[in-house]
C-alpha cells in the first residue's frame, strides 16, 4: 500500500510540473514526502559510490533509499508521458477550471505549511515576506529568448530542476521565462523523429544535448538538496516560512481570470500546432474577457463568461482534496 502510495504522489507531481506556474514540490510538501525526498536525493553522493564498490548494490540502494525514489520517480515519468496531453488539452480548452483547482490546491497548502511552524520570530516573517516577493516577481516577469548551446543547456537543466523541488516555484515557468521552453520541445521533437527515421547525425545531436540537459538536471538536484537538507536541519521554521512565501507569491500566476496579451506556437517547428498565451495579466472575474485562442476560435464559450460558480466550487474541491491528503500523509518530526 505504501509503494502505491508514492507512485500516486510521484503522478500527481509529475502532472503537476506539466503547468507552467505549479511547482511538484508543493505536491511534494502537502502529501508528507518533502524532506524525505530532500534527503534522499542528497544520499546520491561519494559517500554512497563508495559504499557501492565496498558493500555492494544491495547497501548501495538502501543508502539512497532507492525504492523510495525508483517508485516516487516511476511515477513522475508516468505522469508526464502519459497525462501531459490531458493537461495540455485542459490549458487550452478550460483554463480558468484547471487553474481555479490549483488556485485551491495552493491556498490549502499554505495554511497546512503555515501550520507546522513551531515559534513565530521577527526571521520568519521575514522569510514569509523574502519568499512572497521572490516567488512574485518570477511570476511577472517577461519570457526572453536565449541560445541553445550546451552549456546553456546544461543550466537550464540546473536551475529549472531547482525550481521544481521548491514548493511554489514551476520549472516549467523558469524554463519559459529563459526562453528554453520552445526549445527543449524542439530537441525532444527532434529526437524522436531521428528515431523513427533513423538518422544517425540528428539522434546523436539531438540525444547529446537532451543528455546535458538532464545532467544538468543532476547536478542542480545533488546540490540544491544538500542546501535545502541544511537549512530543514538548522533553520527550519525559517525555511518553511520561506517555502509559504514563494507558495504565496505564485499565486499570481496560478490566478484563474486572465487576460491574454500575446500568444505563440505550443511547439515550434510543428505544423499546424496550436496557438497558446504567452504573456498574460490577471483580471477580476467581473472584467473577464481573456478567453484564450483556441476557445475564441472555437467559440467554446461566450465572451465575458467568468464560470465564477463553477471556479470556485472547483476550488474548493481543490482545497478539500490537499486537506483530505494531508491526513493520510506522515508526520514530519
Known sequence: MKSLLTILKGIAMGAADIVPGVSGGTIAFITGIYEELIESIKSLNLHALTILFKEGPTAFWKSINGAFLLRLFTGILFSILILSKFISYLLNYHPVKLWSFFFGLIIASVFLIIREIGSWKKR????????????????????????????????????????????????????????????????????RIALTTMDMEILADSGLRIFIFLFGCLSGLIAFSRVLSWMFKNYKNTTLAMLTGFMI?????????????????????????????????NVWPWNFEGLNQVEKSLSILPEKDPQMMISILIMVFGAGLIFLLSRFAPKND
Do not use: C
Open 249 to 281: 507569491g505564485s499565486l499570481n500566476k496560478i490566478w484563474p481570470w486572465k487576460e491574454t496579451i500575446s500568444s505563440r506556437i505550443a511547439h515550434e517547428g510543428k505544423i499546424n500546432e496550436a496557438i497558446v498565451p504567452f504573456i498574460q495579466d
Open 124 to 191: 520568519v516573517y521575514f522569510g514569509i515576506l523574502i519568499g512572497t516577493i521572490v516567488s512574485y516577481f518570477v511570476t511577472i516577469a517577461t519570457p526572453t529568448q536565449s541560445p541553445d548551446g550546451l552549456i546553456y543547456l546544461f543550466f537550464y537543466g540546473f536551475f529549472a530542476i531547482i525550481a521544481m523541488i521548491l514548493p511554489g516555484i514551476s520549472g516549467a515557468f523558469i524554463l519559459l521565462l529563459l526562453g528554453a521552453y520552445s526549445t527543449l520541445i524542439g530537441i525532444v521533437n527532434n529526437f
